[in-house]
């Protein structure tokens, strides 16, 4: 099985048992936290990775990050889960799934927009209200400047693609011309 498959196992059984317990939110920024650490730390992936540390060993540091991060009991759960599996490598992966999922569920997008040019708060907003209201969800979101495309904007939901960019109608016009 793909370890792909295998974070959105875990992600989607953790959304569950978050929302059974209304805590899909907070689990979600322990995931993000701890991921952070552990993808930020080679030093804390090498001990996890390395079968010359014994099982117990793990277990300890486990224990003591999941002390110092404040890691709620269902998720430090999940993390010996993982550790006694051989599967902590999987967590940052876990993590993104687990923030899709909750995103679903709470009826959240995170569309990034691509600008020209920078974009004042107005414009942003009014947006973000179009795409709240074509999309009937909570809009979160991510705003960025890219020079190449001259103008206009271009917008990613997921996997699909929203481009009234000038470039893009520029290249349309050209394939039309040439065409004749």
């Not at 805590?23 to 979600?28: A, I, P, Q, T």
């Not at 999922?101 to 569309?111: K, N, Q």
Request: charged fraction near 20%; avoid cysteine; glycine fraction near 8%.
């Amino acid at each position: 099985m793909s370890t792909n498959a295998i974070a959105k196992r875990y992600a989607k059984a953790l959304v569950q048992i978050g929302s059974e317990a209304g805590s899909v939110e907070g689990f979600n920024g322990e995931l993000a936290r701890f991921s952070a650490v552990l993808t930020d730390s080679n030093e804390l992936s090498a001990i996890f990775a390395n079968p010359a540390y014994g099982i117990e060993e793990k277990k300890e540091i486990l224990k003591d990050l999941v002390g110092k991060l404040s890691i709620s009991p269902m998720i430090s759960n999940l993390l010996m889960l993982l550790l006694e599996r051989s599967r902590i490598s999987v967590l940052p992966q876990i993590a993104e799934s687990y923030g899709v999922f909750a995103d679903e569920l709470s009826g959240v997008i995170r569309p990034t927009l691509s600008s020209g040019l920078p974009l004042d708060a107005a414009q942003v907003e009014e947006i973000k209200g179009a795409l709240a209201k074509s999309t009937g969800k909570k809009v979160e979101l991510k705003v960025v400047v890219d020079p190449a495309l001259i103008g206009g904007v271009v917008t990613q939901i997921g996997d699909k693609v929203f481009d009234g960019s000038v470039r893009t109608q520029l290249a349309n016009i050209q394939d039309i011309l040439q065409k004749g």
